[in-house]
């Protein structure tokens, strides 16, 4: 049987790059993904969060917006979770004043920075986010956070259809097994957006802002 790798080449695979005009989404690093015992715990989101300060660094010094989402129930019984809860309930924990709903230390929205509230995976959906971005001129969205098999797939598969180029941080995304995680960037980098390391990121935000008047 052939590798995915050779099975794939020619047909998925090609490489679409940044555009002029990019953002930076962080995606759900909240504690329910980075304290042991919780039960949505993953080893991979601990590494991710550790990998992501340099990358933040990078897109504020260059001034690209950076925007934030967490998972946040607000109606009685987390109904407006939808199906999502019923099929996840251990998404339920996403409540004001669990402590596993607050971001993890370090990669914490600064002031001036948006926070987009979600109930469910994508981040484009239910939300503003992409008319927001449209707005701004931002043709490219870069896509840190968690999880690679959960939101970070849903929203870079809802990225795409909405128009902008897709770039997710290998190194600045994890899930709690690494089977998922790695077959979930193969697809995307296969089919939505391009995966990247996080050095190559860097590296492409520092030309935007040295094209920058």
Same mark, same amino acid.
């Given at each position: 049987m052939q590798s995915a790798e050779t099975n794939y080449q020619g047909v998925w695979g090609n490489r679409i790059g940044f555009g002029q005009r990019p953002a930076l989404l962080v995606i759900d690093f909240l504690k329910a993904y980075t304290v042991e015992g919780a039960p949505l715990y993953a080893p991979g989101v601990v590494d991710a969060v550790a990998q992501t300060p340099a990358l933040l660094a990078a897109a504020r010094a260059a001034g690209i917006p950076v925007i934030h989402t967490r998972i946040l129930y607000l109606a009685e019984n987390c109904a407006d979770g939808g199906m999502w809860v019923k099929k996840a309930p251990v998404m339920m924990a996403m409540v004001e004043g669990n402590v596993?709903? *607050?971001?993890?230390?370090?990669?914490?929205? *600064?002031k001036g920075e948006l926070v987009i509230v979600k109930q469910y995976a994508s981040a484009f959906f239910g939300t503003s986010l992409a008319s927001l971005l449209h707005t701004q001129g931002i043709d490219t969205v870069i896509l840190a956070g968690c999880s690679t098999s959960g939101c970070i797939r849903a929203s870079a598969v809802d990225a795409v259809q909405h128009g902008f180029r897709t770039i997710v941080v290998r190194d600045c995304v994890g899930d709690r097994h690494p089977d998922p995680h790695n077959a979930n960037l193969f697809d995307i980098d296969s089919k939505y957006g391009d995966v990247v390391s996080r050095e190559d990121a860097i590296a492409e935000i520092a030309k935007i802002k040295s094209d920058c008047p």
């Open positions: 596993l709903a *607050e971001f993890c230390d370090g990669v914490e929205p *600064e």
